[in-house]
């Protein structure tokens, strides 16, 4: 049911961790439904020089907090910003259908911490220029 | 490369000897059983040997054993196939049951059926004094599965169908999980209808059967040339009849011995899970339960993570976690026992079979907590005590 490219990302994730001190903090999710991500970066000279995960949930949930941060290690916060949770998935060769709400959150839970970066840098006025959409609270439809 | 199969609550392996049995009814002895002719009439004396070893290992009569296609087909026959008789009144299932006893519950209050829920414990027991007082005057049938296939929980089965015998109504239970590992005995037990399934005690897939105790009435749910004493009709799946009816013997026979030595497994292996892993919570009762069951949460990490990654290094188990059964929700059963999602989320089951050695539940005790550590650090839930 998973491509070979998520069982690697699930089997040796890359990036695990979490950064002491780091400029910016994101986490979506919560343990109810089954996956918490969270996403700490460094940001140098407007570039993300730094980002690990921390992540509870299944393989796909790990694969994807491990693919986004491989994706976005050196780019820009504007470039991040464009990585869309979909973007992650079909990096990974895609997932199954039923993993792609609660377990494809990944790029929001980055583009949390870039917002925590830039209110922490004192730089609100920039969110709305560099995050088009933030994330939305994560909801189930079912009770 | 490793392979150890924990998992035979899913399914078992065909015994070679009961494939053995099987096997000429495929090319060679192909007749249909309702012919007269040779052919005919070897696959009818084949498919009532069948049914007398199944009706021997249940303690049952020969013609209380109705053939279908496995326990879900069963299970529906049970509660559609009595309670379609009356006007729409009400009846009870436990909480914990199979969705092959909890589709069809509501698929019937769909048609206008009341029906409760019945609760359980800590220990997946169900809540006896909830159970009676569940009963109504038009409650026509309560069902309660023998053994739980998640947590391995046995309920009072023989209590449970005196009870609703004295208010009235019929007993079912699915014994899908059951039969094979333990004693079943429908006179001593008083049930007047019990599911059973091939491929869960080394038969084959795609076979199973419904005793049902004589004097209950049924209607059938697959119209057609009135096979199976007018209530499952469609020519008999011989092969997969013999198939189950050799297995049932096989099991029968097998169980004294099989028995103890799995029970002392599964305890092994509990222990030694227990022991070596913080923060984990064996489930349902520790001992009224399945000889081959070990259930557990995993705090702080989820399961089809522990699965996968147990998946990778050779052991295949299964996962109560929402991820793991494609739904949003985690396991009902888990639920039902008073634990939260987030526990649940963290639940893995062991399911031993005939074929598991003691090194094999050595080899898991080494190669469970690093993972679990694994895991663990890469999990945001997780602060070190």
Same mark, same amino acid.
């Given at each position: 049911?998973?491509?070979?490219?998520?069982?690697?990302?699930?089997?040796?994730?890359?990036?695990?961790?979490?950064?002491?001190?780091?400029?910016?903090?994101?986490?979506?999710?919560?343990?109810?439904?089954?996956?918490?991500?969270?996403?700490?970066?460094?940001?140098?000279?407007?570039?993300?020089?730094?980002?690990?995960?921390?992540?509870?949930?299944?393989?796909?949930?790990?694969?994807?907090?491990?693919?986004?941060?491989?994706?976005?290690?050196?780019?820009?916060?504007?470039?991040?910003?464009?990585?869309?949770?979909?973007?992650?998935?079909?990096?990974?060769?895609?997932?199954?259908?039923?993993?792609?709400?609660?377990?494809?959150?990944?790029?929001?839970?980055?583009?949390?911490?870039?917002?925590?970066?830039?209110?922490?840098?004192?730089?609100?006025?920039?969110?709305?220029?560099?995050?088009?959409?933030?994330?939305?609270?994560?909801?189930?439809?079912?009770? | 490369?490793?392979?150890?199969?924990?998992?035979?609550?899913?399914?078992?392996?065909?015994?070679?000897?009961?494939?053995?049995?099987?096997?000429?009814?495929?090319?060679?002895?192909?007749?249909?059983?309702?012919?007269?002719?040779?052919?005919?009439?070897?696959?009818?004396?084949?498919?009532?040997?069948?049914?007398?070893?199944?009706?021997?290992?249940?303690?049952?009569?020969?013609?209380?054993?109705?053939?279908?296609?496995?326990?879900?087909?069963?299970?529906?026959?049970?509660?559609?196939?009595?309670?379609?008789?009356?006007?729409?009144?009400?009846?009870?299932?436990?909480?914990?049951?199979?969705?092959?006893?909890?589709?069809?519950?509501?698929?019937?209050?769909?048609?206008?059926?009341?029906?409760?829920?019945?609760?359980?414990?800590?220990?997946?027991?169900?809540?006896?004094?909830?159970?009676?007082?569940?009963?109504?005057?038009?409650?026509?049938?309560?069902?309660?599965?023998?053994?739980?296939?998640?947590?391995?929980?046995?309920?009072?089965?023989?209590?449970?169908?005196?009870?609703?015998?004295?208010?009235?109504?019929?007993?079912?239970?699915?014994?899908?999980?059951?039969?094979?590992?333990?004693?079943?005995?429908?006179?001593?037990?008083?049930?007047?209808?019990?599911?059973?399934?091939?491929?869960?005690?080394?038969?084959?897939?795609?076979?199973?059967?419904?005793?049902?105790?004589?004097? +209950?009435?049924?209607?059938?749910?697959?119209?057609?040339?009135?096979?199976?004493?007018?209530?499952?009709?469609?020519?008999?799946?011989?092969?997969?009849?013999?198939?189950?009816?050799?297995?049932?013997?096989?099991?029968?026979?097998?169980?004294?011995?099989?028995?103890?030595?799995?029970?002392?497994?599964?305890?092994?292996?509990?222990?030694?899970?227990?022991?070596?892993?913080?923060?984990?919570?064996?489930?349902?009762?520790?001992?009224?339960?399945?000889?081959?069951?070990?259930?557990?949460?995993?705090?702080?990490?989820?399961?089809?993570?522990?699965?996968?990654?147990?998946?990778?290094?050779?052991?295949?188990?299964?996962?109560?976690?929402?991820?793991?059964?494609?739904?949003?929700?985690?396991?009902?059963?888990?639920?039902?026992?008073?634990?939260?999602?987030?526990?649940?989320?963290?639940?893995?089951?062991?399911?031993?079979?005939?074929?598991? +050695?003691?090194?094999?539940?050595?080899?898991?005790?080494?190669?469970?907590?690093?993972?679990?550590?694994?895991?663990?650090?890469?999990?945001?839930?997780?602060?070190?005590?």
């Amino acid at each position: 049911m998973y491509t070979d490219l998520v069982m690697d990302h699930f089997s040796n994730p890359r990036n695990v961790g979490e950064i002491e001190d780091a400029d910016g903090v994101g986490q979506i999710g919560n343990p109810v439904c089954g996956d918490v991500m969270r996403i700490s970066i460094d940001v140098d000279d407007d570039r993300i020089a730094d980002v690990k995960f921390k992540t509870f949930g299944c393989g796909a949930a790990v694969a994807t907090s491990s693919m986004v941060t491989e994706m976005v290690k050196g780019k820009t916060l504007a470039e991040a910003a464009e990585v869309s949770n979909k973007a992650v998935a079909q990096a990974l060769g895609g997932l199954p259908p039923n993993k792609m709400h609660c377990s494809n959150l990944a790029a929001d839970a980055l583009h949390l911490a870039i917002q925590d970066y830039l209110v922490k840098a004192g730089r609100e006025a920039d969110v709305p220029r560099i995050l088009k959409a933030l994330p939305k609270e994560h909801e189930h439809s079912s009770p | 490369m490793t392979s150890v199969y924990f998992d035979h609550a899913a399914t078992t392996p065909v015994d070679p000897r009961v494939l053995e049995q099987m096997l000429p009814f495929f090319c060679d002895r192909y007749g249909n059983p309702s012919e007269l002719h040779r052919l005919g009439r070897e696959a009818r004396v084949a498919v009532e040997r069948a049914r007398a070893q199944v009706a021997a290992g249940l303690g049952a009569g020969e013609k209380e054993i109705v053939f279908t296609a496995g326990g879900t087909e069963a299970d529906n026959l049970a509660l559609i196939g009595y309670l379609q008789r009356f006007e729409p009144g009400h009846f009870i299932i436990s909480a914990i049951e199979h969705p092959a006893v909890m589709e069809p519950a509501r698929a019937l209050n769909r048609l206008g059926w009341a029906v409760d829920f019945i609760p359980v414990d800590g220990d997946g027991v169900i809540d006896v004094d909830a159970y009676e007082q569940a009963f109504r005057d038009d409650t026509k049938l309560a069902s309660v599965m023998y053994a739980n296939n998640v947590v391995g929980t046995i309920q009072p089965i023989a209590e449970l169908a005196r009870l609703a015998h004295e208010k009235g109504a019929v007993f079912h239970t699915d014994a899908v999980q059951a039969v094979g590992s333990v004693p079943i005995d429908v006179g001593a037990l008083g049930v007047d209808m019990l599911s059973l399934s091939g491929h869960k005690l080394y038969g084959p897939k795609g076979i199973g059967a419904l005793y049902v105790r004589r004097g +209950t009435r049924l209607t059938p749910l697959i119209h057609g040339g009135g096979h199976e004493r007018r209530l499952r009709s469609g020519t008999e799946n011989v092969p997969g009849i013999v198939g189950l009816g050799a297995a049932v013997e096989l099991a029968q026979a097998e169980m004294a011995e099989a028995r103890p030595r799995l029970e002392a497994l599964r305890d092994h292996l509990a222990r030694g899970i227990l022991a070596s892993v913080p923060d984990v919570r064996y489930l349902g009762h520790r001992t009224e339960r399945l000889p081959g069951n070990v259930a557990f949460t995993v705090r702080y990490i989820e399961g089809e993570s522990m699965l996968l990654q147990l998946d990778t290094h050779g052991f295949m188990v299964s996962s109560g976690s929402a991820c793991a059964s494609g739904s949003l929700e985690p396991s009902h059963v888990i639920l039902a026992l008073g634990l939260g999602a987030e526990e649940a989320h963290g639940s893995l089951r062991l399911s031993l079979g005939r074929e598991n +050695t003691q090194a094999e539940a050595d080899a898991f005790i080494e190669v469970f907590p690093p993972i679990v550590d694994k895991l663990r650090q890469m999990s945001p839930l997780y602060v070190k005590g």
